[in-house]
């Protein structure tokens, strides 16, 4: 921001405006050398201003502020600091950190440091989200028994996990698939691929092979395919050995873009017609939702 505009209120007044004419809401602006008091200066006094914290400004702007208004400091952590007097960020700021140690342990150490100002944490250029993996699984309204049903369930949940990898700007080395039969017996299976993908053709063929691995024809109501150890995928090192995959790529893209601009349902796979299985089924799921093995291939 500095390379653009030399005062930084300056630039904030101009962001702030420029959100309300063109995005038709306002925001608060919070300005300092740090974003913890950045983040303080943002909440003072709402709506549709411009406030800054800076070092010399902390004693008269925020440590008259009430505690649980701190960053960090939730209603259980409030709690404890007013059994023990500490009612403003002020106070907060001017105890004994020992003393602040015996009762909050390390987080006490994070609040005190954020009542005095102190932040040292780096403003990240890259805002790529911080994922572990991807998943999806679904319910299914019937028994699946026959394999080619199965596997078509399979890319209707791949189809969502590779475009979510894809918009997260990520490749994936590790697809891991779970069952659940009708009679709730669960079982899971993953492999470690030697060339990070986020092609969905490639990911569905895996998926299917530990499908075919894991499964011994019981009828199944639930299925699940995740994706794991991910890495960025602006750089891609091919095996000698597996197939290039980066004509399907470029298609996987187009229809990424057509489906950002027309809707979901603008494009999908003449195999889903008449098939009962929705293109994409499913929904996000968590790693507590979807507990896999851990990974001890390396």
Known sequence: MGRIYYDPVEAAYKIKKRIKEELGFTVNIGIS???ILAKMASELNKPYKVHTIFPHEIADKMWCLPIDELFMV???????LRGRSINTIGDLAQADLKMIKLFLKSHGILVW????????SPVRENRRTMIKGIGNSTTIPFDVEEATSAHLVLLSLTETV???????????????????????YSCS????????IDCTNAIHEVACELFDELWKGEPIRHLGVRVSEL????????????????????????????????????????SFLNSGVRFRS?????????????NILW
């Open 33 to 35: 050398s740090n974003k």
């Open 282 to 294: 499913g929904g996000t799921v968590d790693d507590e939702e979807y507990p896999m093995m851990s």
């Open 162 to 184: 590779a475009a979510r990898l894809r918009q997260a700007e990520y490749c994936a080395r590790l697809v891991s698939v779970s069952i659940k039969t009708n009679e709730f």
């Open 74 to 80: 939730g209603r259980a952590t409030a709690k404890k």
């Open 113 to 120: 440091n954020y009542a005095n100002g102190n932040d040292i």
């Open 189 to 196: 299976h993953q492999r470690k691929i030697s060339s990070a």
């Open 231 to 270: 890495c960025r995928n602006d750089f891609m090192q091919l095996s000698l050995f597996e197939r290039d995959y980066e004509k399907q790529r470029a298609v996987d893209r187009t229809v990424d873009a057509i489906r950002e601009r027309f809707g979901p349902d603008a494009v999908f796979r003449s």
